[in-house]
Structures are given as structure tokens and as C-alpha cells.
């Protein structure tokens, strides 16, 4: 089964290199937001709407 | 009086105080775009839907078919009613999240013209059978261009304006409009390169495999970054307003930002799954599509908390209970679309009308009641007045509500109802319903639950018309307003501890967050569309399998001229049931000369993928006239005028000649002798018309129903070589 997945990936090497790049800006990303200095900057930002027409 | 922004964060931003108003006037012309050209989009949705259930309704003209409506009604819906309504919203918070007026007055009015004189054109081109056949992307070349200037010029004007602001950081709202507009030039340069061969008709340079990648690339991606990113952007922006409190979770925004735009631009080969597409991008398609159940409903999530602790004004709010409704049905359409992408459930309800109701549980509810929304907000606002009628309100919120709901339901039921026919089989292993009519008669009631259901989401639509009308006339337009912020110093003469931190830094410059939006949906664009379009051994081209002649290639863009794709697929899955029904499964090879490829996503006909020889020329001939002079139940528009009017063969050459210069092997002389080739075959099929069935015609020859019926007995002969 595992075998007959593989041999349709015919660039297999490009897929990996995706998901690798996704799984590495993706846990960069979560490391990069849940800073807890950041939040008085959050809170900020999250008045902006806010703010009178 | 006058508003003031920033003024008291000198220190941060100490630039001088600046005085400005906001284009409000442009926000107006949209609000009455979206609102005309959404009655538009309803009323020809209605149309198609009744067409369904009374064939009558297609009035025996060309230009009201079904085939030919359809698209308009797509086109208007998307491009029309939602872009619009994109616009409006756009224009409106940006202004006011960046702190200043939009770039350019003249640019604005640019886009708004442009885009309104494309949707006209749209709108007389689509019924005339100027199409390519690309769902969403049906519009020719000309058109093609107009788009990518006006949208240009969107651009520029956005960009324009966040270069100018007032306002440091970017909210996340504005975030979402940047993947728009970068993502959506992306995906129409890409999908719309095309070869013209007169001066309203062209050929795409993908064909078959590639043509459908690259489509579904688009398709899929024009639902993710034109009917969702930026109606996410207007719900970051418009709940937090209505409701007056914060969104629930800034930092789940910026995850949701990124997770989001990142996997959606993964997912469109999931339209083609079960297809001969290759088995591995199915199976990315699926997986990313699956992951998506996460990013969107972070999103829902986060809409809806964001009224924690105001959940009694949804009580009283009609705008809050659009807001929330809309929140609301995204959350549910994003469920039904990975559940949709898992190959098993697809098997069962791709073709049918599931997906119909699907799409329909996203557009009407959530683009539909998130624009009314806003709407009742800003039109009060923007005429300085009050809401004519909050119960009005009320009541078009309940109409919109039930109809979507019973759009969705019966459209469900219809489909699972028509894909457990197709494929039920006896204890002998025979098909349970091999006339396929007995699938589409049993489903016919459920057509007319539809229309009621359209029905009802239009009457609350007018009622909106009415109540905002009264709204606009009781208010009036007066002076902008005027309001001070800060002009901003440029962050080059800041270091880094006035801005707080270099992240801080980072977030202030738009140009580095759109370049890394742009990575983000290029990875999994490349990764998807490349190996498709640049390996040949992916593609395997078959030498024996001979390309259109030059009367079957006339008749293939009659095919795509009447929309024959919209309610016939030319893709046989390789399950049990579908090889009982159509035979052998389709194959990549046999679509290799698709220019563009037609394999369909709806099956309110049966599939065509093999139809070439099941039945003789004169079968065709009288069904095309009059279908139910063969099938007495069947609900497919007349066709009498292919009967009468003549191919236009002195560009048949031509046709053959770009064809050529996209790689189809036709010789020098083919192409020079195109015509007279055409017309010897015409000659043929005539010459039986007249023996077989008596046909009266003197100049058979030059119909285009022989036209036609030369490229239906082709399919599934691959030119003689089976």
C-alpha cells in the first residue's frame, strides 16, 4: 500500500521540501506571536477598529 | 467637528498633526454597485435554477440557456455582487485603519468604472457564447487584460494608501487584503495566458491535465482569496465595530492569517480528485484540504468570541445577527469543504448537486449576509441617519436565513439522493438505474425546494433595497468630516527602542509582509502546478492518439460556445459504476489536445467522455433540435438554431495554426487545407443526415450541428486509435 503511494510521487523530494517548509514557518510563526512581551503590542493593535469613523 | 487618531502617542511617532478627510463618496458608488449588481447575480440565479425544473424557461434562445446563463450567474455573483461588496469594504476600513485617504481620488474612480464596465461586458459576452469554458475564469482575452489593469490599479491605490498612512502598524484586516490583492493577480495571470486566434476568441497554452491543474489552481484559490480572505478581512474589521469591543484573539488572527493563506492555495486539486489526474496531487489536494478545518475555524471561532459578554445585542442587533450568521455559515462551509475533499465522500458527491448546495452555503450565507451586514452598517452612517427599520432588518434576516438553509438542505438531500443512484448496483453486479434520466426525474422536486429557497433569500434581498432606500432618503450627505493623526516619521530615523522592538519593525513594513505572503503562496503553487507542467514523463504524451480534425475541432468550440460543460463531465472516475455506465476509464492521454479541457464539474447530463459512436449522427441531430423528441423526460434546452446557422469555417486555419504553435502536431498542410478538409467531412456526416433520416437541408454541410456531431463522435475515439 505504502509502496504503491509512493511510486505515483513522481518529484516526491518537492512535496517533502513543502511540507517542510510549511511545518518550519509554521512553528517559527507560533514561536513569533506567542512572545509574552508582545502583548501589550496586541493589545494595542486590536483598538484600532475602534477608533472613531 | 473633528476627530482626532494617534495624536496623543507622540513619543512613538512624533510627526507633525495633520488634518484630512476620507473618500467616503467612493464607498457609496460600491454600496450601490453591490447592491444592483446583486439583484442581477439573485434573479439570473433564479432563472437557472427554475431552467432545472422547467426546461421551458430556457425560451428556445441562444442566449438563455442554461449553458450560457450559468456563467453569468457565477461570474455575476463572484465578480459582481462580492467584488463589489470587497471593494466597498475595503475602501471604507482601510482609510480608517491606515488613518488617511485613499492614494489617489482618480485612481478610485478608475477602478470603480473599470470594474463595472468589465462586468458589462461580462454580462453581454457570457449570453453571446464568448467564453472559455474555465469555470470563473470564462471570460476572453480582451477582458483578460482589462482585468489586470483595473486590478492594477486597485493595487496601486491600496498600496498607494499604506504607503501614506498615518497609522504604524498594520491591523490584521488590512493583512488580509494584501493576500488578496497579491494572490488574486497571481492566479489570473497565471490561469489566463492564452494564445488569442481572432479578436474575442483564444486558445489556453495548458491542455487536458495541465489545463485542468491550473484551473483548479485558480477556481479553488479564487473561492479562497476572493470569496474568503477578503471577507475575513471585513470581519476582523466590521465585528469588532459593530459590537464594539476587540476581536477575541489577536494572536489566533495572526495565526489564523498565516495557516490559512499558507495551506488554502494546496487544495484545488481536490475538484479533480478520482479523475485521471495523477494519484499523488489527489492525495495533497485531500491532505491540505483537511488541514484547513483548522485556520477556518480559528477564524469562525474568533469571529464569534469577539461578542463575548454582548450576546444579548444579537437579541436586538439585526446587524450583529448578519454578522453572526455569516460567522456562521463559514464555519459550517468550511467544515462540508474538507469533508468534501476525503476521495471516499468525493466519489459520491462529486457531479452532483452537493457540491451545488456546498457553494451555495458559503456564497449565499456567508458573502451574502456578511455584505447585507455591513451594509445596514455603513448606509446609516454614510447618510447620517439611523436604520429605516430594524424589524425590516429582522425580517430580511430570517427570510435570508431559511432560504439558505433550505437551499442547502434540499440541494443535499438531491444530491446524495442522485450519487447513490448512479452508482447503486444489483446482486448481479448491474447497474440499479441505467437510464440515467430515472436519477435526474427523481430529483426534479428537490429543484423546486431550491427555487423556493432562492426564492425567499431574494425577497429578503428586496426587502434590504426597500428598507435601505428609505434609509438613504431620510438621511443626507453631508461635508466629510475632519480628522488630525500624526503624519509618521519614516522608520529609517527611528531606532529600534522607539518602535518598540524590531518586531515591531517588521510589522510596520508592508512591503516585507507582502513579499512573504507572496512566498507563502507561491510554495505550494510551485510544488503543485510545476511538476505538471514541466516533466513530460508526468504527462505522458500518446504518439497514437491523433489530434482534432478541423471540422471536430470546429465543432469542440460550438461544445464550449453553448456551456455543453456545465451539465456534461468528460471524465469517466475508474469506479465500478462509472465504467458499467460510460466504459473504460478516462485517461490523461485523452485529453492531451483539450484546449481548454472539459472535464466538467457537474453531471445534470450524462458524462460525454465516450458518447463518439454510442449512438448514429441522426440520434444527435433530432436530439439536438428537440431532446425530447428521443428522451421524453429530458430537461436539456432546444437547439434549433444549430441547425440553421452555418460553422464559421474561414478561421478554421487560423484556429489550426495556433493549435500548431502550442505544440499540437499539425502539419503545414493540415493547416493550409483546413477548411476544405472540414467541409469534405461535413460533406460526409451531410450525406448520411440526408440518406439516413431524410434531412432537407441544402447546405447541411455548412450547419453547425455537423459540426457538432463530428466532435461528439469523436469522443472517446481518440481519432480512430481506441
Given amino acids: 500500500m505504502k509502496a504503491e503511494t509512493l511510486s505515483y510521487f ?31 503590542f496586541y493589545q494595542r493593535l486590536e483598538q484600532l477598529p475602534l477608533a472613531d469613523d | ?109 478608475m477602478h470603480f468604472w473599470g470594474w463595472q464596465l468589465i462586468i458589462v461586458s461580462a454580462a453581454i459576452m457570457l449570453p453571446l457564447g464568448i467564453t472559455q469554458s474555465k469555470e470563473y475564469a470564462e471570460l476572453e482575452w480582451p477582458i483578460d487584460i482589462a482585468i489586470t489593469v483595473v486590478w492594477v490599479i486597485f493595487a496601486v491605490n491600496f498600496f498607494g494608501t499604506i504607503w501614506k498612512r ?123 484540504s483537511l488541514m484547513l478545518w483548522a485556520p477556518s475555524w480559528g477564524g469562525m471561532i474568533n469571529g464569534l468570541l469577539t461578542l463575548r459578554g454582548a450576546w444579548q445585542r444579537l437579541r436586538t442587533e439585526p446587524i450583529i445577527k448578519f454578522l453572526v450568521g455569516a460567522v456562521t455559515f463559514y464555519g459550517m462551509s468550511t467544515f462540508e469543504g474538507p469533508l468534501l475533499s476525503i476521495k471516499a465522500v468525493n466519489s459520491l458527491s462529486h457531479y452532483t448537486d452537493w457540491t451545488i448546495g456546498h457553494v451555495h452555503g458559503g456564497t449565499l450565507g456567508w458573502n ?90 431574494i425577497i429578503g434581498f428586496c426587502i434590504m433595497v426597500y428598507n435601505l432606500y428609505k434609509t438613504m432618503q431620510s438621511g443626507r450627505i453631508s461635508e466629510p468630516q475632519k480628522h488630525k493623526a500624526r503624519r509618521l516619521v519614516s522608520v529609517t530615523t527611528l531606532n529600534a527602542s522607539e518602535l518598540g522592538s524590531k518586531h515591531r519593525l517588521l510589522e510596520g513594513l508592508p512591503m516585507v509582509f507582502t513579499v512573504l505572503s507572496v512566498i507563502a503562496i507561491l510554495v505550494g503553487s510551485v510544488i503543485e502546478i ?32 453553448e456551456g455543453c460543460y456545465t451539465c456534461h463531465s468528460q471524465q469517466i472516475r475508474p469506479m465500478v459504476s462509472e465504467t458499467l455506465r460510460y466504459g473504460k476509464p478516462s485517461t490523461i492521454a485523452e485529453s492531451q489536445y483539450d484546449r481548454p479541457f472539459q472535464w466538467g464539474s457537474k453531471r445534470t447530463g450524462p458524462d460525454l467522455a465516450r458518447v463518439g459512436g454510442k449512438y448514429p449522427d441522426m440520434w444527435h441531430y ?46 503545414n498542410d493540415e493547416v493550409k487545407q483546413a477548411k476544405a478538409d472540414a467541409l469534405r467531412q461535413a460533406e460526409k456526416i451531410a450525406a448520411g443526415l440526408r440518406a439516413e433520416g431524410g434531412v432537407n437541408d441544402a447546405e447541411l454541410e455548412q450547419r453547425e450541428l455537423v459540426a457538432l456531431i463530428a466532435y461528439l463522435q469523436r469522443l472517446g475515439k481518440n481519432g480512430g486509435v481506441e
Avoid: C
Wanted: aromatic share 16%; no cysteine.
Fill in chain 1, 10 to 40: 513522481h518529484m516526491p523530494e518537492l512535496t517533502l521540501v513543502g511540507l517542510g517548509i510549511f511545518f518550519t514557518f509554521f512553528m517559527l510563526m507560533l514561536l513569533w506571536v506567542f512572545q509574552h512581551q508582545r502583548k501589550p
Fill in chain 2, 1 to 109: 467637528m473633528i476627530a482626532e487618531h494617534n495624536v496623543t502617542h507622540a513619543g512613538s511617532d512624533p510627526g507633525e498633526l495633520e488634518e484630512f478627510t476620507y473618500d467616503d463618496q467612493i464607498v457609496r458608488y460600491f454600496a450601490y454597485a453591490t447592491i444592483g449588481w446583486g439583484l442581477i447575480a439573485f434573479l439570473v440565479g433564479l432563472l437557472i435554477a427554475l431552467q432545472l425544473g422547467l426546461w421551458q424557461l430556457n425560451f428556445g434562445l441562444p442566449w438563455l440557456t442554461f449553458g450560457r446563463l450559468r456563467p453569468l450567474h457565477t461570474n455575476a455573483a463572484i465578480f459582481a455582487f462580492a467584488g463589489n461588496a470587497i471593494f466597498m469594504g475595503v475602501y471604507h476600513s482601510s482609510q480608517r485603519l491606515l488613518k488617511t485617504r485613499m492614494f489617489s481620488d482618480v485612481l478610485s474612480r
Fill in chain 2, 166 to 288: 498615518r497609522e504604524r502598524h498594520i491591523y490584521v484586516a488590512i493583512w488580509f487584503y494584501i493576500a488578496t490583492i497579491v494572490t488574486v493577480a497571481v492566479l489570473h495571470i497565471v490561469n489566463s495566458i492564452e494564445l488569442p486566434y481572432s479578436f474575442l476568441r483564444s486558445y489556453p497554452v495548458y491542455a487536458g491535465v495541465q489545463d485542468g491543474l491550473v484551473q483548479w489552481w485558480y477556481g479553488h484559490n479564487a473561492v479562497a482569496f476572493f470569496l474568503t480572505t477578503p471577507f475575513l478581512g471585513l470581519m476582523y474589521y466590521y465585528i469588532p465595530k459593530a459590537a464594539n469591543r476587540p476581536v477575541y484573539s489577536y494572536r489566533l488572527s495572526i495565526v489564523h492569517f498565516w495557516a490559512l493563506i499558507f495551506i488554502y492555495i494546496w487544495a484545488g486539486p481536490h475538484h479533480l480528485l478520482n479523475t485521471a489526474m495523477p494519484e499523488w496531487a489527489q492525495t495533497l489536494g485531500m491532505i491540505f
Fill in chain 2, 368 to 457: 451574502g449576509l456578511l455584505t447585507f451586514g455591513i451594509l445596514y452598517y455603513l448606509v446609516p452612517k454614510l447618510w447620517n441617519t439611523e436604520l429605516y427599520s430594524k424589524k425590516l432588518a429582522n425580517v430580511h434576516f430570517w427570510l435570508g436565513i431559511t432560504g439558505t438553509g433550505v437551499y442547502m438542505i434540499s440541494l443535499w438531500v438531491a444530491g446524495i439522493t442522485q450519487g447513490l443512484m448512479w452508482r447503486g448496483l444489483t446482486a448481479e453486479g448491474k447497474l440499479m438505474y441505467p437510464d440515467f434520466m430515472e436519477t435526474v426525474t427523481r430529483i426534479i422536486p428537490l429543484y423546486w425546494v431550491r427555487a423556493l429557497g432562492g426564492t425567499m433569500f
Fill in chain 2, 530 to 561: 510545476i511538476p505538471a507542467l514541466v516533466v513530460q514523463e508526468f504527462v505522458p504524451n500518446d504518439k497514437k492518439i491523433k489530434p482534432y480534425t478541423a471540422l471536430e475541432l470546429a465543432g469542440r468550440d460550438i461544445y464550449v460556445r
Fill in chain 2, 622 to 667: 433530432r436530439h439536438m433540435i428537440n431532446p425530447r423528441e428521443i428522451v421524453p423526460q429530458s430537461i436539456m434546452p432546444n437547439y434549433p438554431w444549430l441547425a440553421t446557422a452555418n460553422t464559421d469555417l474561414d478561421v478554421i486555419s487560423r484556429k489550426l495554426q495556433v493549435m500548431q504553435t502550442l505544440g499540437v502536431p499539425y502539419s
